[in-house]
RNA sequence: GGAGGGGUGGCAGAGCGGUCAAAUGCAACGGACUGUAAAUCCGUCGACGAACGUCUACGAUGGUUCGAAUCCAUCCCCCUCCA
């Protein structure tokens, strides 16, 4: 029935993981003769440490990689040490703020964690090991780069790539720095060709342009084929892209995110969403997520309930989610509080004022907004409207040590009284 | 180096001496309806104060003025064209 042979061909289109592939048949019978021999193939996803932790947005690939790697293949995750030391220029209007040595070491060590929740990394023969392009490119010289890579590229070719051509189309200004980007790229992935036999490149289709850029390198300048997947871009059925909750990145590092917020986003996903985030977010089987996303109306919250825990469990792990998982049925089935809510801790409550309570737990940013939101009926204490903005908390408050503080509906907290 | 255009709230983008805490759109938040969904509708969206109000804010620093996001000077940054 399938018309791939590899595992991986096979799981990646059936899960919606694929978008594009330099060659379909040539790295699906790559994988197939790898699969059957037992001999990992070696694929790379690289990211730029501009930030010190991944966020939801950036699962996709990683989920690609982590699959690559349950068929036995070897997953390599690339650091761009060197672009981010130039400073990635893909911010378009603005040049990002060069980043210091310090951020960047905490930036790389923040990213390998993100990595580590999805894959397996160690020494083992589809073990996944991380790489740094700044071991290669710190020490280059810069004319026998150009010379010996520098050939391989055509400028014709290269102004008619996508990135480059709507820049110019659009009359955007483009530094000579972000047209060498590709190159850079390009050579990343026959420097990982090279050392660790590395024929593939996962990544989202964003970077379809650069991928063919090493593709390109490969064949010219190594005489190698090597191979491009990328994933679509994941957009809700609004067409926006995934990955905000509140405003703020949903993060993977857990000192970013705790893992009730994070249970929470996949919990109120758009119905629309549910299977296509079940078959991206979780590992669960086919006929399971078939089953789920069959489910109607009010059912289909048993389906969310399903994923927000799967998902929260690839990333923080099984007792936080079991965790995450409690906390909401608690507050929001059982009109109780639980454990896991956000939580600030007091000796003593009497006086606080009700809009210092809220401000103290992080809900609203300023008095103001606490009065405001008073004003619409969004603030509950132990579950009661606030309709007096000068109320003042006692210990008539706390009920088995704790008061309960609710903003709206879905944003609950707790004031622990030792 | 020369000529020109710009820097405004999370973003986009008006305003170009007082009525500007600054239009509008997006995003965000609260409420109603529901299912911790979507869509829709209503409301809110600088800080402090119950409030007339006060403070902080339109790249930075000075100045002109009773009064400046708006005018002038200097500086910083960005963009376009020419060399």
């Not at 990982?192 to 010219?220: F, H, M, P, V």
């Not at 809900?363 to 606490?370: L, W």
């Amino acid at each position: 029935m399938s018309k791939f042979k590899s595992e991986f061909f096979n799981l990646m289109v059936e899960r919606g993981f694929y978008n594009q592939c330099t060659n379909e048949d040539g790295f699906d019978t790559y994988l197939y003769e790898c699969e059957k021999a037992g001999k990992p193939a070696v694929g790379y996803l690289g990211s730029d440490p501009t930030g010190d932790s991944l966020h939801v947005g950036h699962i996709v690939p990683l989920m690609m990689m982590r699959w690559f790697q349950k068929c036995g293949h070897k997953p390599i995750t690339l650091v761009g040490g060197a672009t981010a030391r130039i400073g990635d220029p893909s911010g378009k209007d603005k040049l990002r703020p060069f980043l210091d040595e310090e951020t960047l070491q905490n930036n790389i060590k923040g990213l390998k964690k993100s990595f580590s929740k999805f894959l397996k990394f160690g020494e083992g023969k589809n073990d996944a090991i991380m790489v740094d392009n700044w071991d290669w490119f710190k020490d280059i010289n810069y004319l026998a780069f150009l010379r010996d890579i520098g050939t391989c590229y055509s400028v014709n070719r290269m102004l008619t790539m996508d990135s480059v051509k709507t820049r110019l189309e659009r009359e955007q200004p483009m530094s000579f720095l972000e047209f060498n980007y590709m190159l850079l790229q390009g050579y990343d992935f026959c420097v990982l060709y090279n050392k660790y036999g590395c024929r593939a490149q996962i990544a989202g289709s964003d970077q379809w342009g650069n991928i063919t850029s090493g593709t390109e390198l490969g064949r010219r300048r190594y005489d190698v084929e090597l191979f491009g997947f990328t994933s679509p871009i994941i957009t809700d059925s609004n067409g926006k892209k995934m990955g905000k909750s509140e405003g703020n990145a949903v993060w993977i590092n857990e000192e970013k995110l705790p893992s009730y917020d994070y249970y929470q986003y996949f919990r109120n996903i758009g119905d629309a969403e549910v299977g296509k985030c079940l078959r991206i977010y979780t590992d669960l089987p086919m006929d399971e997520i078939r089953r789920l996303e069959s489910l109607q109306d009010k059912e289909i919250n048993e389906a969310k309930k399903i994923l927000a825990f799967e998902a929260t469990k690839i990333c923080r792990g099984l007792e936080e989610a079991q965790t995450a998982q409690d906390t909401a049925v608690k507050t929001f089935e059982m009109g109780q509080a639980g454990g896991d809510l956000p939580s600030i801790e007091k000796a003593s409550v009497d006086g606080l004022s009700v809009l210092d309570a809220f401000l103290q737990i992080g809900f609203v940013a300023s008095k103001g907004e606490a009065r405001r939101l008073i004003k619409q009926a969004g603030l509950k204490i132990n579950d009661k409207v606030v309709s007096d903005e000068n109320y003042v908390l006692s210990a008539a408050d706390v009920v088995d040590g704790q008061v309960k503080l609710s903003q709206g509906k879905k944003k609950h907290g707790l004031i622990k009284v030792a």
